[in-house]
């Protein structure tokens, strides 16, 4: 099957007033259609700006120089039009951000934010056939009483109750792939694991591909097929994963897992913070597919 | 020997929609060099019931004792320095305008301690403990990473020689290889100083490597306060085992705790 989403030897850097500085190395990332694939790293390491890059966001951003290919769907991103790259944002690309209260503007109800997402789909869809539309999505995400939700505005509604609506939003238009930027670190726990497994068997039903971007390994292995690890700006391991988890090579990877806290308590691992041992050579698994 | 205790603790919020019980009866104990937990999701109560140890908040009623003694609603300066509080952001816990250095200092002046002339290395050496080299005091905090940035945190607590620490969640915001080493520095400087802890937080991982004893909240109230292990084991509440069962896991003994944990509800 060929790839929905292939990026091949993405740079991007920025000139700041302190100089250039290089932010992506030259990474490849593919993601075939329905495919949910993670990019898991530090702050820093570069993979929100690959999100936006996706996006189409920095390549018309004044400092940013972004060079290489993002085939999307049989198009490169980087050198189509401003326009055309605005179109495919919000139909067949759609993001959902990290802090669902503050990603959601204020100032409008629900059902005004939804109404708008659905009509960017569809600009023919009649009013009321859109608000049918968007009480019927809200239900796919558990949304018991509907109605009260789109008359609230964000700030009346919890955040695990404002990740649900983004949810629903964001898959409002069938997507072809959905960018998912940390989703849900800014909720408890207990909502976050409710709200990545609504997600999960949402974008399998739909046959939507996912990138799904975070800091913590352990959130992802649930979720992914397939894992990129990136560090600094370059890709420096990716694979399935169950290979990633059982079987990591690369020392960055290693010491990622290593940090994360467990509940079985086996104590504060000794890893250091930085170490020269992560810029160690790329590591590819081998694809099982 | 306890250095903190509260009593029957309670704060009540008045609101339009009436009033509102944030923290309901919460009679708890920490140990003097002991680390106790508080754990729960937000709105159960547990930032409420630091602002009371702090003394920034008033309980609705219920006594809070520390060292023995029953803390007024308007306490000394001897008695606020006792307790010093870590906060979650160290990026917006930090004053943008001031050097590290000033931020660090700012306890020593308030609470008189030592030499004026002393204070400065002081400040270093408070620096150093955490693990930074003394000359970052002159920087400012936009231009250090999150994980420095919590270290000068820890540094500002320590160097009004607190009893007490209340940690509120301090390591969430940090990538995982920071947070593994604060939290490494704060376990050594818990043991180096016979310090204890209040450590609030929602990560019930990093609960389970850090604290001797564990209380969990729900909508202001403890659900369950035992041992550590015992939690963790063999959790009595439903809304324990609910928690621990929603943690990502990485490794396979955990998911097999998990599985355990499950099989009971």
Redesign the interface.
Known sequence: MSALLDIKDLKLGFNTLAGYVDVLKGINVSIKPGEKVALVG??GSGKSVTARIILGLLQEHRDALVSGDVQFNGQNINTLSPKDRASLRGKDISMIFQDPTSSLNPVFTIKKQFLEVLSRGDEKLSRKSRVDRATQLLGTVSITDPKRVLNSYPFQLS?GMNQRVMIAMALANHPKLLLADEPGTAL???????TLSLMRDLVTQNNTAVLFIS?????V??FADRIYVIYKGNIVEDGPTHCI?NNAQHPYTR???????????????????VSDEFLAPYVGHMQVS | MSILSTDLLSKNFDTPAGSVHAVRNISLDIQQGECLAIVG??GSGKTTLANMVLGILAPSAGEIYFDGELLPSKRSKVQRKAIQLVQQNPLSSLNPKRSVGASVRLGLDTYNMGARSNRWSVVEHALESVGLPSEMRHRAPSTLS??QRQRISIARALACEPKLLVLDEPTSAL???????V??LL?ELRKERALSYLFIT?????V???ADRVAVCQAGEIVELGD??QI?TAPEAAYTR???S??????N??MA??NKLASRE
Request: charged share 25%; proline share 5%; hydrophobic share 45%.
């Open positions: 530090e702050s955040g408890d726990v207990s909502v976050q694991a409710q800091h913590n390994l352990g959130v292995r649930e988890f010491a990622l897992l290593a940090a994360v806290p467990r509940i079985t308590g086996t104590g504060l691992p000794d890893v250091p913070e | 999701e937000s999150g994980g990538d995982v290889l920071v947070q593994a080493r939290l490494r376990n929602h990560d019930l991982a990093v389970r490597n850090v550590t292990e963790f609910s928690l621990i929603a943690v990502p896991v990485v490794d003994d955990e705790l998990r």
